[in-house]
T-cell receptor, first 112, second 115 residues
């Protein structure tokens, strides 16, 4: 079955470390997105990519980086510059926004 | 610019009660409208959608009608169950055959259903 897979489900990071969250889709979708969700809060867009080898900053890109070397993959790196990285991270993809997004099951990142 | 406003929660209902979660939008052109549901610890799932005025989206007993005259897309269910407890997000896409934009999400409404 086609879908979008995020891994790991839970991730722990020490302060000062970079960590990379994986997002893979086999839906043949062109566009992919990363969102951050804090407890009781809505979604905030971090980065998005509408085509391979191209991506744009969202509303809260500082302290994050991404790459889009393959259509299927859109990894997110949370760098040490991100001051408050503890959150729930969601990846999404779509063939076209008109049809809505498909979301992964999320990665919960905790700084220890 | 485009925006989505949905009622703030939390909303607490007894089982079998009627549910309405209000959603209004501001958009140019002909947006598509969506409701997503998020169960605890999970990602968002598409619940229903409507792509043009007067369309009714429906799924799992939930319904929403695209009202262009009132710029609304309210979510309703006639009889909620405990298993409906979740956070519900209204969203719109301004894209309609044109350049790709992004989905715009409301802030979410938490629903708790008590037995």
């Amino acid at each position: 079955d086609g879908g979008i897979t995020q891994s790991p489900k839970y991730l722990f990071r020490k302060e000062g470390q970079n960590v990379t969250l994986s997002c893979e889709q086999n839906l043949n979708h062109d566009a992919m997105y990363w969102y951050r969700q804090d407890p009781g809060q809505g979604l905030r867009l971090i980065y998005y990519s509408q085509i391979v080898n191209d991506f744009q900053k969202g509303d809260i890109a500082e302290g994050y980086s991404v790459s889009r070397e393959k259509k299927e993959s859109f990894p997110l790196t949370v760098t040490s510059a991100q001051k408050n990285p503890t959150a729930f991270y969601l990846c999404a993809s779509t063939i076209r926004e008109y049809y809505g997004y498909t979301f992964g099951s999320g990665t919960r990142l905790t700084v220890v | 610019g485009n925006s989505v406003t949905q009622m703030e929660g939390p909303v607490t209902l007894s089982e079998e009660a009627f549910l309405t979660i209000n959603c209004t939008y501001t958009a140019t052109g002909y947006p598509s409208l969506f409701w997503y549901v998020q169960y605890p610890g999970e990602g968002l799932q598409l619940l229903l959608k409507a792509t043009k005025a007067d369309d009714k989206g429906s799924n799992k007993g939930f319904e929403a009608t695209y009202r262009k005259e009132t710029t609304s897309f309210h979510l309703e269910k006639g009889s909620v169950q405990v298993s409906d407890s979740a956070v519900y997000f209204c969203a719109l896409s301004s894209d309609y055959g044109g350049s790709q934009g992004n989905l715009i999400f409301g802030k979410g409404t938490k629903l708790s259903v008590k037995p």
